[in-house]
Structure formats: structure tokens, C-alpha cells
């Protein structure tokens, strides 16, 4: 059995609707400032909110590059070189085996088939072009980053909906903390607003409306006049290495991983159970050998649906007394494959920055969804020690993530 | 189509195609430059085949190349396929 290792973050990468990197993230979290904004087909007559990120990244690649790269794959490969860059290790092939890479997605390269798959019914055409399997591949944002990074050691692609980069980022503390590597990038990122896509989250009913007065405010977890989730495109990458690593090279370091929950609840594949929630919750606790009430801030899944909200806040009520909670979705809708990772590094935001971050557009809060919500602006000047980030997908895979403080270490560059 | 092209005509095409498809420079597109250090692969260079094919109108049948191919070989792919009356 080998001791296991403290493991820090030392390096993050953020592409989302509220920023591009960290300082654009933290000051649109600051003014609860929404980065949800009108997205339409009017050919098939569809108009949602959407968490979009308005800007093409084609450029940012060469001609070479870009038939294997669909959006998806481009916007990991950005936050990744981002993270890499704000840890100040670009490449990692002196670890040789011991770096690793763990990446989650729901949806891959949905734009690449979705275009494929209308030429194919529409133009009839034979075959795809040789590259389009590549570019679909839901490994493939993963395998991308691998080989710009030479990242040699396990590099893994989790699926399990919502939790994808939250499982992701627990294993790669796993494999660090137990010692199999020294060094890993662990996130997500999704890009599927593509017009079937969101048809069939429609088909769900399960996305918001375009608010009347503001479509910037169309998410509104825990609220009583929710109208559903807001799907969002975005990867966010995080550095994580071992104490003695991160120390030896003299790296900065934003916090500590406490702890990682894992539980399913074994129930139904589209509806959340509040038992499996509370065994992830009480997974991390035990595992950072924290109490609940050592939470300072808490992160929570909520998406914004009528069924989904009241369970999980009977989950964190059955778990805890009164910690302060958010659902930041309200500003960076839902990022799916991504949303775990983006929701943890706001919870080490919280602690780097000292501010609990707020559910904005939080007026009237729904009675089943009764909690110590820190709502509509956030709070600032709280030392927080210790926050979660819970997260809850289809299929019923449950992960709560706990991040730390570490004063004596922090920030040392 | 390809029956009114001359053999002579194709090097200069390829090069016109390689050079507008990937962005690269015409000067670095001598007949001897390998396709690898280009940035080309096999994957891509397949697609700049099903390229030709539209854009000439025609069928390659052939599609057999050296190991470590060359600009050069993508020329002399098309101008065989073409003398087999593609």
C-alpha cells in the first residue's frame, strides 16, 4: 500500500460564456454578469437562451490542424494549453509515464457528425471524408491534448453526463493521491448547440425559455418561476500535481484537493435520487476526513428543472446543517461535459479569491428547495477553507468534489 | 474532365491545390519535399485525393503510394491514373 500523496492544483485553463481565463471568469462571478444570450435556428423555427461563446477559434489553428478539430476539440485543446501555460509546464514528456491525462465529454464532436450525417442523407454522398471519424470521436478533445502536451501515461475519456469531468478530475486525484502518477490534466469540455442537440433536450422538456424582460436571465436554479436548464458550450483544464511535485519545481499553487465522492443511485436513467447524492456528498467527506460543517461554500448541481432542484436540495439538507450554497449555472448555463470541471474551479475561486460566489436572478426561492442560499450578489471578504462542488448526471452518477485551502503553500511561485 | 488535361499540366495543379487546401507557401512545395514534413499524413492526403477526383471529374483507381511519398508522387498518381484513362 503506498502512502497516499497530497495533490494541488496549480494551473488553470477556462473557455466558457462568462470567460476566456481565470481573471475573466472570477470578475463576471464578481458582478454576477451572465454570460447567457440568445441562440436561434430560425429555419427550424427553434429560439433558446444558450450559454455561447461568441467567438470562431478556427483561427487559432492551421489548415493542417483543423480537419481533425471540431469545435469541441478546439476549445480543449485551448483551456488545456491554458492551464499548462498558467502552471508553467507545457510539455510533460520528461514524466515520461507519470503524467496522465483525464478528460470528460458527453456529446464529443456533435457538430462534425451532425454536418456528415446531413450530407449523407441530403447529398447522398458514399463515405464521409476520411478525417470525419476522427473529429467525432469522443476521445478525441482528449487525444488531441495528449499529443500536443506529450502527456505518455493513462490518458482516459469519462462519460457519465453531467459528472464526466467531475469523475475525470476524482480519478486523476486518485491516481496522483495513490501514487500511480505525479502529474496529471484533468476537465471537460462540450460544444454540442447544434440544432438536434438541442432538439433533443427539447423533446425532454426540459430547457428554459427565453426570459421576456431578459434572455440573460432565463437560468434560474432554486427559484420558484424556473423555467429549466440552459445548455452552454466551454472546457475548462486544471493542473493538478502532487505536493512534493509541485513544490520541487517551485510551482504556484491555488489550493489543496481534499476530497472526491463518487455514488450512483442505481434508480432511473433521467431521474436524480437524492440517496445516491447523499452517499457522494458523504463519499467526499469521508475521504477529506472533513465534517459537514467544516464546508464553507458549497456548489451545488442545480440545473434549473422543476424535478431535479428540489432533490438535490433534500440531498445537501439531509447532509448539512447550513452551509452556504450556490448554483452558478445561473450566469454559465450548463456546460454538460464541462460543467463539473467549471463549477469545481469557481469553488477554488472561492478560496483563492475569499468570496462565496451567489445563484443570481435568485428573487423568490421555490419552498422545496429551502437551503442557506447565498443569492442574487455574492459575498465577499469570507475565508473559505474548505468548498464542494456537487454534481449529479443522467444515468444517476453522483460526484461531489472537495477543494482546500493550504496558507502555508499557496501561491508560492 | 481529365481527357482534356495534359500530363504536363498536373504538377502545377497539385502544387495550386496543395498550396490553397493547407495555407502552405509555393515555394515549399518542390516535386522532392515529403508530404510528412509538410504536415501532411496519410489521412489528410487521402482527402486531397477525393479532392482531385472532384475537382477533375474523374475516378482514382489507383491510389497505391511510395512510402514516405513526395510531392512528386501525388503527380505521378494522377498521371497514371490518368494514362489508365481515368
Given at each position: 500500500?503506498?502512502?497516499?500523496?497530497?495533490?494541488?492544483?496549480?494551473?488553470?485553463?477556462?473557455?466558457?460564456?462568462?470567460?476566456?481565463?481565470?481573471?475573466?471568469?472570477?470578475?463576471?462571478?464578481?458582478?454576477?454578469?451572465?454570460?447567457?444570450?440568445?441562440?436561434?435556428?430560425?429555419?427550424?423555427?427553434?429560439?433558446?437562451?444558450?450559454?455561447?461563446?461568441?467567438?470562431?477559434?478556427a483561427?487559432?489553428f492551421s489548415k493542417l490542424e483543423l480537419p481533425y478539430l471540431d469545435?469541441?476539440?478546439?476549445?480543449?485543446?485551448?483551456?488545456?494549453?491554458?492551464?499548462?501555460?498558467?502552471?508553467?509546464?507545457?510539455?510533460?514528456?520528461?514524466?515520461?509515464?507519470?503524467?496522465?491525462?483525464?478528460?470528460?465529454?458527453?456529446?464529443?464532436g456533435?457538430k462534425t457528425e451532425h454536418d456528415w450525417v446531413l450530407q449523407f442523407f441530403n447529398e447522398h454522398k458514399p463515405y464521409a471524408r476520411p478525417y470525419t471519424l476522427m473529429a467525432c470521436m469522443?476521445?478525441a478533445?482528449?487525444?488531441?491534448?495528449?499529443?500536443?502536451?506529450?502527456?505518455?501515461?493513462?490518458?482516459?475519456?469519462?462519460?457519465?453526463?453531467?459528472?464526466?469531468?467531475?469523475?475525470?478530475?476524482?480519478?486523476?486525484?486518485?491516481?496522483?493521491?495513490?501514487?500511480?502518477?505525479?502529474?496529471?490534466?484533468?476537465?471537460?469540455?462540450?460544444?454540442?448547440?447544434?440544432?438536434?442537440?438541442?432538439?433533443?433536450?427539447?423533446?425532454?422538456?426540459?430547457?428554459?425559455?427565453?426570459?421576456?424582460?431578459?434572455?440573460?436571465?432565463?437560468?434560474?436554479?432554486?427559484?420558484?418561476?424556473?423555467?429549466?436548464?440552459?445548455?452552454?458550450?466551454?472546457?475548462?483544464?486544471?493542473?493538478?500535481?502532487?505536493?512534493?511535485?509541485?513544490?520541487?519545481?517551485?510551482?504556484?499553487?491555488?489550493?489543496?484537493?481534499?476530497?472526491?465522492?463518487?455514488?450512483?443511485?442505481?434508480?432511473?436513467?433521467?431521474?436524480?435520487?437524492?440517496?445516491?447524492?447523499?452517499?457522494?456528498?458523504?463519499?467526499?467527506?469521508?475521504?477529506?476526513?472533513?465534517?459537514?460543517?467544516?464546508?464553507?461554500?458549497?456548489?451545488?448541481?442545480?440545473?434549473?428543472?422543476?424535478?431535479?432542484?428540489?432533490?438535490?436540495?433534500?440531498?445537501?439538507?439531509?447532509?448539512?446543517?447550513?452551509?452556504?450554497?450556490?448554483?452558478?449555472?445561473?450566469?454559465?448555463?450548463?456546460?454538460?461535459?464541462?460543467?463539473?470541471?467549471?463549477?469545481?474551479?469557481?469553488?477554488?475561486?472561492?478560496?483563492?479569491?475569499?468570496?462565496?460566489?451567489?445563484?443570481?436572478?435568485?428573487?423568490?426561492?421555490?419552498?422545496?428547495?429551502?437551503?442557506?442560499?447565498?443569492?442574487?450578489?455574492?459575498?465577499?471578504?469570507?475565508?473559505?477553507?474548505?468548498?464542494?462542488?456537487?454534481?449529479?448526471?443522467?444515468?444517476?452518477?453522483?460526484?461531489?468534489?472537495?477543494?482546500?485551502?493550504?496558507?502555508?503553500?499557496?501561491?508560492?511561485? | 474532365m481529365m481527357g482534356t488535361l495534359d500530363p504536363t499540366q498536373v504538377e502545377p495543379m497539385v502544387v495550386d491545390f496543395l498550396s490553397e487546401r493547407f495555407e502552405l507557401p509555393r515555394e515549399r512545395l518542390g516535386s522532392q519535399t515529403a508530404l510528412r514534413d509538410l504536415g501532411l499524413d496519410s489521412i489528410l492526403m487521402l482527402d486531397v485525393m477525393l479532392d482531385v477526383e472532384d475537382r477533375l471529374g474523374i475516378k482514382l483507381r489507383d491510389l497505391s503510394m511510395p512510402p514516405n511519398p513526395k510531392v512528386g508522387d501525388i503527380t505521378a498518381l494522377v498521371q497514371r491514373n490518368l494514362a489508365a484513362g481515368a
Amino acid at each position: 500500500m503506498r502512502e497516499p500523496r497530497d495533490v494541488v492544483v496549480t494551473g488553470i485553463g477556462v473557455l466558457s460564456p462568462i470567460g476566456i481565463g481565470v481573471d475573466e471568469l472570477f470578475g463576471h462571478l464578481r458582478e454576477n454578469r451572465s454570460g447567457i444570450r440568445l441562440w436561434e435556428a430560425p429555419e427550424h423555427g427553434m429560439r433558446l437562451p444558450a450559454g455561447v461563446i461568441e467567438r470562431d477559434f478556427a483561427g487559432e489553428f492551421s489548415k493542417l490542424e483543423l480537419p481533425y478539430l471540431d469545435r469541441c476539440s478546439q476549445l480543449a485543446v485551448l483551456a488545456a494549453r491554458q492551464a499548462t501555460e498558467d502552471a508553467g509546464m507545457q510539455t510533460f514528456d520528461h514524466l515520461g509515464r507519470r503524467a496522465g491525462l483525464y478528460y470528460g465529454s458527453v456529446r464529443g464532436g456533435v457538430k462534425t457528425e451532425h454536418d456528415w450525417v446531413l450530407q449523407f442523407f441530403n447529398e447522398h454522398k458514399p463515405y464521409a471524408r476520411p478525417y470525419t471519424l476522427m473529429a467525432c470521436m469522443l476521445n478525441a478533445p482528449a487525444a488531441h491534448v495528449s499529443i500536443r502536451h506529450q502527456i505518455l501515461g493513462p490518458v482516459n475519456t469519462h462519460s457519465s453526463a453531467c459528472t464526466s469531468s467531475g469523475a475525470a478530475i476524482g480519478d486523476a486525484f486518485r491516481s496522483i493521491r495513490d501514487g500511480y502518477i505525479d502529474v496529471a490534466l484533468a476537465g471537460g469540455a462540450e460544444s454540442a448547440l447544434t440544432p438536434a442537440f438541442l432538439a433533443c433536450w427539447g423533446g425532454l422538456r426540459a430547457l428554459a425559455g427565453v426570459d421576456p424582460t431578459d434572455v440573460s436571465r432565463s437560468c434560474r436554479p432554486f427559484s420558484k418561476d424556473r423555467t429549466g436548464l440552459v445548455l452552454s458550450e466551454g472546457s475548462v483544464f486544471l493542473v493538478l500535481e502532487s505536493r512534493a511535485h509541485a513544490l520541487a519545481r517551485g510551482a504556484k499553487i491555488y489550493c489543496r484537493i481534499g476530497g472526491y465522492g463518487i455514488a450512483s443511485d442505481g434508480y432511473h436513467i433521467g431521474s436524480p435520487k437524492t440517496e445516491g447524492q447523499v452517499a457522494a456528498l458523504h463519499a467526499a467527506l469521508a475521504d477529506a476526513g472533513l465534517d459537514a460543517e467544516d464546508i464553507d461554500y458549497l456548489n451545488a448541481h442545480a440545473t434549473a428543472t422543476a424535478g431535479g432542484d428540489p432533490v438535490e436540495a433534500q440531498a445537501i439538507r439531509t447532509v448539512f446543517e447550513r452551509v452556504p450554497v450556490s448554483s452558478t449555472k445561473a450566469i454559465h448555463g450548463h456546460l454538460l461535459g464541462a460543467a463539473s470541471a467549471i463549477e469545481m474551479t469557481i469553488a477554488i475561486l472561492a478560496i483563492d479569491r475569499s468570496f462565496i460566489p451567489a445563484t443570481a436572478f435568485l428573487e423568490e426561492v421555490d419552498p422545496a428547495c429551502d437551503l442557506n442560499h447565498v443569492a442574487k450578489m455574492p459575498l465577499f471578504d469570507r475565508r473559505v477553507r474548505h468548498a464542494m462542488s456537487l454534481s449529479a448526471g443522467f444515468g444517476g452518477t453522483n460526484v461531489a468534489l472537495i477543494v482546500s485551502d493550504c496558507p502555508d503553500l499557496r501561491r508560492k511561485a | 474532365m481529365m481527357g482534356t488535361l495534359d500530363p504536363t499540366q498536373v504538377e502545377p495543379m497539385v502544387v495550386d491545390f496543395l498550396s490553397e487546401r493547407f495555407e502552405l507557401p509555393r515555394e515549399r512545395l518542390g516535386s522532392q519535399t515529403a508530404l510528412r514534413d509538410l504536415g501532411l499524413d496519410s489521412i489528410l492526403m487521402l482527402d486531397v485525393m477525393l479532392d482531385v477526383e472532384d475537382r477533375l471529374g474523374i475516378k482514382l483507381r489507383d491510389l497505391s503510394m511510395p512510402p514516405n511519398p513526395k510531392v512528386g508522387d501525388i503527380t505521378a498518381l494522377v498521371q497514371r491514373n490518368l494514362a489508365a484513362g481515368a
